[in-house]
T-cell receptor, first 115, second 107 residues
Framework: ETGVTQTPRHLVMGMTNKKSLKCEQHLGHNAMYWYKQSAKKPLELMFV???????ENNSVPSRFSPECPNSSHLFLHLHTLQPEDSALYLC??????????????FGSGTRLTVV | KQEVTQIPAALSVPEGENLVLNCSFT??????LQWFRQDPGKGLTSLLL?????REQTSGRLNASLDKSSGRSTLYIAASQPGDSATYLC??????FGTGTSLTVIP
């Protein structure tokens, strides 16, 4: 375990379903991130929360909706997804962006398949 | 737009060899750089972080350097072992990731 826990590890959902991904960290970090990793592509930054405020929304479709209720928990709510949304979704945490001592800790990811 | 290239895309070496992985950025304004390894189906594990005031970092058999004038970084792995087999990714300025180098170390 890295200190960042993601659930579920695997998820298969239909295009009309609604589901949520969960991420939890108890490292004392105050920034959390969602990344999408597709085959043969670089990691794509989706959302950044710093001190529980969203500071980055990288042109992500509205069918992805993040929620950060506190500095230890991060959710990604999914609805009406498309097959091309199938990917590994990674959560990470760090000290707030911009600080010189930033260091990512990643979770193990949720493998999402949209059918 | 910042683009990150990692060369080679895949590498296969016999156990015991020293090897170098490369990472380059189209915009050389890189002020920090992090190297990760990723095992199949898993998340990323941080290996080394070079912060803005540094040029290189070492951890065990790993050494990473960053040339800020050219926007290039190298990861040197000494005396490779089968357990080093994984995909290695670099990330500059926290958010710009390469597609990785897939390393296989043959026993």
């Amino acid at each position: 375990e890295t200190g960042v826990t993601q659930t579920p590890r695997h998820l298969v959902m239909g295009m009309t379903n609604k589901k949520s991904l969960k991420c939890e960290q108890h490292l004392g970090h105050n920034a959390m991130y969602w990344y999408k990793q597709s085959a043969k592509k670089p990691l794509e930054l989706m959302f950044v929360y710093s001190l529980e405020e969203r500071v980055e929304n990288n042109s992500v479709p509205s069918r992805f909706s993040p929620e950060c209720p506190n500095s230890s928990h991060l959710f990604l709510h999914l609805h009406t997804l498309q097959p091309e949304d199938s990917a590994l979704y990674l959560c990470a945490s760090s000290q707030a962006p911009g600080q010189n001592t930033l260091l990512y800790t990643f979770g193990s990811g949720t493998r999402l398949t949209v059918v | 737009k910042q683009e990150v290239t990692q060369i080679p895309a895949a590498l296969s070496v016999p156990e015991g060899e020293n090897l170098v992985l490369n990472c380059s950025f189209t915009d050389s304004a890189i002020y920090n750089l992090q190297w990760f390894r990723q095992d199949p189906g898993k998340g990323l594990t941080s290996l080394l972080l070079i912060q803005s005031s540094q040029r290189e970092q070492t951890s065990g058999r790993l050494n990473a350097s960053l040339d800020k004038s050219s926007g290039r970084s190298t990861l040197y792995i000494a005396a490779s072992q089968p357990g080093d087999s994984a995909t290695y990714l670099c990330a500059g300025n926290q958010f710009y990731f390469g597609t990785g180098t897939s390393l296989t170390v043959i026993p």
